[in-house]
């Protein structure tokens, strides 16, 4: 069995509430120096940017050493460096905290807020807002919720403890219920428990499904009717966790979520700034036992989905 490498912890604190950038070395390639690796990798970087950077001691090794142009190729080294962050537009929405305790963050996230930094969205997430506003540089997400999906994050504080955290998550140990308002047919026989095989690929942005043995498990329930309106508000209860999973089988059963852009149709990202018609998923309750002090822990959102509650705004926006 290949025995994996261990990762040096991070040698730079969080600046600004984001980690560093940590480069990993490849196990072979043309290059003499560290500095001619990271120039062919950050090609896309503005001219100079890594010299810049080397010349000011913001490159280090493992060990908080400052990387030198000379410094020569170690295949597998790592060095890290804080990024010069993009400019982004504000989620101009609030993110509760719903409760704090010293093992744990519980966070009322809100659509559009992605939960930590990717591609382009860095600034305006719920990890950098979080340790900004709560004063801890070591909070760490324990699972991730979609940008476009609001509700419940668990976040830890304690980096020794985050394990015992996430692996509820994998283990399937967290009981977790969510909201979504959808068309309503009539002829979808409900309640019923959606089981299919479900395909993400990287680079695709919406998932499929595919023949093969089911990897993902939804309860599906009608939980309010609007005949007014043709819709409906559905409680989703998953017991798997694939990417997607909701609205990939929401869409199967042929009542897609209001607000999606990827199901049934990709219709691409809208502009920044664009904040109407969020996509109409909540993830509404958390319930788990904690791993590291036993104390049963029960969380609800406050939030509201918009065309449920005020549909005719909801259309018009």
Do not use: C
Request: charged share 25%; glycine share 6%; proline share 11%.
């Amino acid at each position: 069995m290949r025995r994996r490498t261990r990762i040096p912890p991070a040698p730079l604190p969080a600046r600004d509430g984001v980690d560093p950038v940590r480069v990993r070395l490849p196990a072979a390639g043309p290059w003499e120096t560290v500095r001619a690796h990271l120039v062919a990798r950050l090609s896309g970087a503005p001219p100079g940017m890594v010299d810049g950077m080397l010349a000011a001691g913001r490159i280090v090794t493992a060990d908080g050493r400052p990387v030198t142009p000379d410094d020569p190729y170690v295949p597998g080294m790592y060095v890290w460096f804080h990024r010069e962050l993009p400019a982004e537009v504000p989620v101009p929405f609030e993110l509760e905290v719903v409760h704090r305790d010293a093992h744990l963050v519980v966070a009322d996230k809100p659509h559009f807020l992605a939960t930590t930094p990717r591609g382009g969205h860095i600034v305006q997430t719920a990890l950098t807002r979080l340790r900004r506003e709560l004063g801890v540089p070591t909070l760490s997400p324990a699972h991730r919720l979609d940008r476009l999906t609001a509700g419940l994050v668990l976040f830890t504080v304690r980096p020794e403890e985050r394990g015992a955290y996430q692996s509820l998550f994998r283990d399937r140990l967290v009981r977790k219920e969510y909201e979504a308002v959808a068309p309503y047919d009539p002829a979808l026989a409900l309640p019923r428990t959606v089981r299919s095989r479900i395909l993400k690929e990287r680079g695709v942005p919406a998932a499929r499904q595919v023949a093969g043995e089911p990897n993902a498990v939804t309860r599906v329930e009608l939980a309010d009717v609007r005949v007014r309106d043709a819709l409906a508000r559905y409680r989703l209860t998953p017991h798997t966790g694939q990417t997607h999973q909701l609205r990939v089988h929401m869409n199967a059963l042929g009542v897609p979520i209001l607000g999606d852009p990827l199901y049934p149709v990709v219709t691409g990202p809208g502009p920044a700034g664009d904040f109407r018609r969020p996509l109409q998923l909540l993830a509404r309750r958390l319930e788990f036992t904690d791993p590291v002090t036993g104390a049963e822990h029960r969380f609800h959102s406050a939030r509201t989905l918009t065309a449920w509650s005020a549909y005719p705004e909801w259309t018009a926006s």
